[in-house]
């Protein structure tokens, strides 16, 4: 049986248009069984069956509580968390998110070229990727620097685009340990063109694969 993904994309704030794009990138990615899904009474069951639960570009608060604590037991014992670009922006009143997530989303600024320093090649995400990738997409800011807390991937270059608010460390990238499970996060991922990407897609597949334990192609 193909491993199972739960992708969430339920927004209460704003709302990306790439997110069918995502869904159906991450249906044609690898040999995942992808459920997408809006409802978040899809959180109050057991999530033990799925390899990774995604949020894609989720906002605001989505979860009731026993989806919080479903979510929560889930990866402490050992479940994949993967979050794909607005996932920083969701669950702002659950303080729990915030350190399970490793950093909160803060501003970005407009939607343009820029560049991603890889700092750490020794990841499925990353391994693929240039020193520097030439990327386009808003930049994320976060309100504390996951760096400590999280093993950085990839960060942003500010001297690269206009707007960056973060100064010389700036991640953009990161994976962690939170409990038994793996937390994978990517501030990439806005745009729809994003997603047919090859580099991108590779990104994703190799955050989703690490996360889920699962091998990368």
Not at 10 to 30: E, F, K, N, V, W
Request: hydrophobic share 40%; proline share 7%; aromatic share 10%.
């Amino acid at each position: 049986m193909a491993p199972r993904l739960l992708v969430h994309t339920r927004t209460t704030g704003y709302r990306h248009d790439s997110i069918p794009a995502g869904i159906a990138a991450l249906r044609t990615l690898g040999d995942f069984e992808v459920h997408a899904t809006e409802d978040p009474a899809a959180l109050e069951q057991p999530l033990d069956a799925y390899a990774a639960v995604v949020f894609l570009s989720t906002s605001g608060e989505i979860l009731t509580p026993a989806g919080r604590e479903r979510l929560a037991a889930y990866v402490e014992s050992g479940g994949g968390f993967v979050g794909v670009h607005a996932a920083a922006c969701t669950e702002y009143d659950w303080p729990y998110y915030g350190d399970l997530l490793g950093a909160r989303f803060a501003r970005h600024p407009p939607h343009q070229p820029g560049k991603a320093v890889v700092e750490d090649h020794d990841h499925p995400a990353t391994r693929h990727l240039p020193a520097v990738w030439d990327f386009t997409d808003e930049w994320y800011d976060f309100r504390t620097n996951p760096r400590g807390r999280a093993r950085v991937l990839a960060t942003a270059d500010e001297s690269s685009y206009e707007g960056g608010g973060m100064g010389a460390d700036h991640p953009l990238v990161w994976c962690r340990g939170h409990g038994e499970g793996r937390v994978f996060y990517t501030a990439l991922g806005h745009a729809r063109e994003a997603y047919e990407d090859p580099a991108f897609r590779a990104h994703l597949l190799g955050g989703v694969t690490w996360a889920a334990r699962l091998p990368t192609p």
